[in-house]
């Protein structure tokens, strides 16, 4: 099985660099897959919602979950900012075909 190595991120509002070092802003909001292996053996999700300042929603989106799965393994979900400030705090649920 080959092996090699990539790194993404997404910062900001967001600003993303993909696996093969694109870099570009996205501020579209719902839920997107954002990895997704080629033999759907891996897949993540994430959900992206509009920023909320003192109660009015903002042109600006982020990041407010993420979800992944390797296939047949647990379920992992991260709600990262419930709150939609950009400060919100993280909570996790793990979901078991067990």
């Known amino acids: ?3 090699f190595t990539a790194i993404s991120q997404i910062r900001g509002d967001p600003h993303i660099t993909t696996l093969d070092d694109l870099t570009y802003t996205f501020n579209g909001h719902g839920e997107f897959v954002m990895i997704k ?12 919602s509009r920023v909320v300042t003192e109660g009015i929603e903002q042109d600006a989106t982020v990041f ?3 979800a992944g799965q ?3 393994e647990t379920l992992v979900q991260l709600e990262l900012n419930s709150t939609k400030d950009g400060v919100g705090g993280l909570s996790a649920l793990f979901l078991s075909h067990y």
């Open 1 to 3: 099985m080959p092996c």
């Open 37 to 48: 292996a080629n033999d759907d053996s891996f897949e993540l999700q994430g959900r992206a």
């Open 64 to 66: 407010t979950a993420f």
């Open 70 to 72: 390797v296939t047949g």
